[in-house]
């Protein structure tokens, strides 16, 4: 985020006269801040910052932000939350985004901790971007519940707090048909390592316009269905692209290693994804509706010494 220039060091921060670019575009509606106490960000805003702008918790600046004004959220480098039970994060507050600042370590950070915990997104219009979460639990269901459209989940890490705790799926979307359209899943780091995951972004039900782009997954997907990027059959896509993930899978038995979209209707792309997965004979990589999303350029290898190959195979003109 960019300050005015005009600010004096050390003067009360005019909020009015903040420029800058939230998650989503330039800031339009207020602007909250999350900074836990003892850390540095906290000191430094609390002399500049109103104190109903600042807040020790994410679920604090929530409830202080209106729906549908164009709200942002800045969560500051090195808070930290422990967050338990289910819909201990509920994004509910439509069109607010949510931006974490720092780089790698001093990235916000969230242990979704206790046997329930999730994120559960019910608002539309909401986006989080660069923040760190990681499991504290064994075997979560999911770490996040999307049921709301246009949500956007951009540059964060979604990971384990030991290799022990692990949500079974990262981004579990869709509960009726198109409540998730519009949804955005890019640039993500997902790591797993634990052989009970089943996926790694799930879309359960009919959707329009979803985007899951440039994401780094990696895990060990050893429990049905497999594919880390999966959408069951007889669900409809309609305007998918799934483009530009490098896909890592330690799973070793015959299964969908990588992308499978199953519905022969559906319309839209999958193109230029990297897939790796340890089944020598059996292993399916890309799986796509006989006669609905059309693939280009994806690649697929099973062992590290070899570069991948084109998968599916190339097809042949009429």
Same mark, same amino acid.
């Given at each position: 985020?960019?300050?005015?220039?005009?600010?004096?060091?050390?003067?009360?921060?005019?909020?009015?006269?903040?420029?800058?670019? +939230?998650?989503?575009?330039?800031?339009?509606?207020?602007?909250?801040?999350?900074?836990?106490?003892?850390?540095?960000?906290?000191?430094?805003?609390?002399?500049?910052?109103?104190?109903?702008?600042?807040?020790?918790?994410?679920?604090?600046?929530?409830?202080?932000?209106?729906?549908?004004?164009?709200?942002?959220?800045?969560?500051?480098?090195?808070?930290?939350?422990?967050?338990?039970?289910?819909?201990?994060?509920?994004?509910?507050?439509?069109?607010?985004?949510?931006?974490?600042?720092?780089?790698?370590?001093?990235?916000?950070?969230? %242990?979704?901790?206790?046997?329930?915990? !999730?994120?559960?997104?019910?608002?539309?219009?909401?986006?989080?971007?660069?923040?760190?979460?990681? !499991?504290?639990?064994?075997?979560?269901?999911?770490?996040?519940?999307?049921?709301?459209?246009?949500?956007?989940?951009?540059?964060?890490?979604? +990971?384990?707090?030991?290799?022990?705790?692990?949500?079974?799926? !990262?981004?579990?979307?869709?509960?009726?048909?198109?409540?998730?359209? +519009? %949804?955005?899943?890019? +640039?993500?780091?997902?790591? !797993?390592?634990?052989?009970?995951?089943?996926?790694?972004?799930?879309?359960?039900?009919?959707?329009?316009?979803?985007?899951?782009?440039?994401?780094?997954?990696?895990?060990?997907?050893?429990?049905?269905?497999?594919?880390?990027?999966?959408?069951?059959?007889?669900?409809?896509?309609?305007?998918?692209?799934?483009?530009?993930?490098?896909?890592?899978?330690?799973?070793?038995?015959?299964?969908?290693?990588?992308?499978?979209?199953?519905?022969?209707?559906?319309?839209?792309?999958?193109?230029?994804?990297?897939?790796?997965?340890?089944?020598?004979?059996?292993?399916?990589?890309?799986?796509?509706?006989?006669?609905?999303?059309?693939?280009?350029?994806?690649?697929?290898?099973?062992?590290?010494?070899?570069?991948?190959?084109?998968?599916?195979?190339?097809?042949?003109?009429?």
């Amino acid at each position: 985020m960019i300050f005015n220039r005009n600010i004096a060091p050390g003067a009360a921060i005019d909020l009015s006269k903040i420029q800058g670019m +939230g998650a989503d575009g330039p800031f339009i509606g207020e602007v909250h801040y999350v900074a836990k106490s003892g850390i540095q960000a906290r000191t430094w805003l609390g002399g500049r910052v109103p104190g109903d702008h600042l807040h020790k918790t994410l679920d604090a600046a929530l409830a202080s932000c209106v729906a549908s004004r164009g709200d942002t959220i800045i969560v500051a480098p090195y808070h930290t939350e422990t967050i338990t039970g289910a819909g201990g994060i509920t994004l509910d507050k439509a069109g607010v985004s949510i931006r974490g600042l720092g780089r790698y370590d001093a990235r916000p950070t969230f %242990l979704m901790d206790g046997a329930l915990c !999730s994120m559960l997104v019910t608002s539309a219009d909401m986006g989080l971007d660069n923040c760190v979460f990681n !499991s504290g639990h064994a075997d979560l269901a999911y770490f996040a519940l999307v049921t709301a459209k246009g949500f956007h989940f951009t540059n964060n890490r979604v +990971g384990e707090n030991v290799a022990t705790e692990n949500f079974k799926i !990262s981004i579990s979307a869709g509960a009726a048909d198109n409540d998730h359209d +519009g %949804l955005l899943v890019a +640039g993500n780091d997902f790591v !797993s390592v634990d052989a009970a995951n089943t996926g790694c972004v799930v879309l359960n039900k009919d959707n329009q316009d979803v985007k899951i782009l440039d994401n780094n997954i990696l895990g060990n997907f050893g429990a049905s269905p497999y594919a880390p990027i999966l959408m069951p059959d007889d669900e409809i896509p309609v305007n998918i692209e799934i483009a530009y993930n490098k896909i890592h899978n330690q799973h070793n038995a015959n299964a969908v290693v990588g992308i499978s979209v199953l519905e022969a209707v559906g319309t839209g792309t999958i193109h230029h994804n990297l897939a790796y997965g340890l089944d020598v004979a059996g292993a399916t990589p890309f799986l796509c509706g006989a006669t609905g999303i059309a693939c280009f350029e994806n690649y697929y290898i099973f062992e590290g010494t070899t570069s991948a190959y084109l998968m599916p195979t190339v097809g042949t003109p009429a």
